[in-house]
């Protein structure tokens, strides 16, 4: 019986594409969760920060938020990478900010089943990871114009909110047991 139902699943794994969307402010953990998740479940990982153009990164490097029409073409961009993904029947994770409802919106309709998962912390936490970070565009000072500009996900059925004061370990489980379910 177990047997039948593993088969079953694996075989609904090969037919059904998935999306998931990892979310949250700058020093979330985002990019470390997705990229771990994409890697335990054999998907596609696509890091929302590549899809930048070089002048957004240098925007945010200095401090200056992007333009709503610069962050229009980039969720723009994050949806055609999700439509070829589903096109090609492939599962993809995907971590992007995720910080406006509309755009969260265009990503719903663009990726397969999508699960959002929302990463949230305390904003001296947030400050603390962003300022060990080595390596990235986004300074500190981008974090309170990211807080202030993310819109609730109340009423959005599919965003799973987690901690993310818990491990890596913790997250990633969490996130697993809800992607079985929608299986």
């Known amino acids: 019986m177990q047997q039948d139902l593993t088969a079953q699943k694996q075989a609904s794994n090969t037919v059904k594409s998935q999306s998931l969307i990892i979310m949250g402010v700058a ?3 985002k990019s470390t969760l997705a990229f771990r998740l994409a890697e335990q479940l054999g998907w596609r990982y696509l890091e929302g920060d590549d899809f930048h153009s070089p002048e957004a990164k240098q925007m945010m490097a200095s401090g200056t938020p992007i333009t709503s029409e610069m962050r229009d ?17 492939q599962s993809a994770v995907l971590s992007y900010s995720g910080l406006i409802r509309k755009h969260r919106e265009r990503i719903r ?8 998962v929302y990463l949230q912390g305390s904003a001296e936490l947030l400050a603390e990871r962003l300022a060990q970070r ?3 565009f986004m300074p500190v000072s981008m974090l309170q114009s990211q807080l202030a500009t993310m ?14 004061s818990q491990s890596v370990q913790e997250l990633m489980l969490q996130v697993l047991v809800k992607t079985e379910q929608k299986l």
């Open 27 to 29: 020093g979330s953990g």
């Open 73 to 89: 073409q980039w969720v723009g961009l994050l949806c055609t990478a999700l439509q070829e993904c589903a096109a090609k029947q």
């Open 109 to 116: 309709q663009a990726a397969a089943n999508p699960q959002f």
């Open 134 to 136: 080595q390596n990235h």
């Open 151 to 164: 819109e609730s996900v109340e009423q959005e059925v599919d965003v799973l909110c987690l901690d993310i």
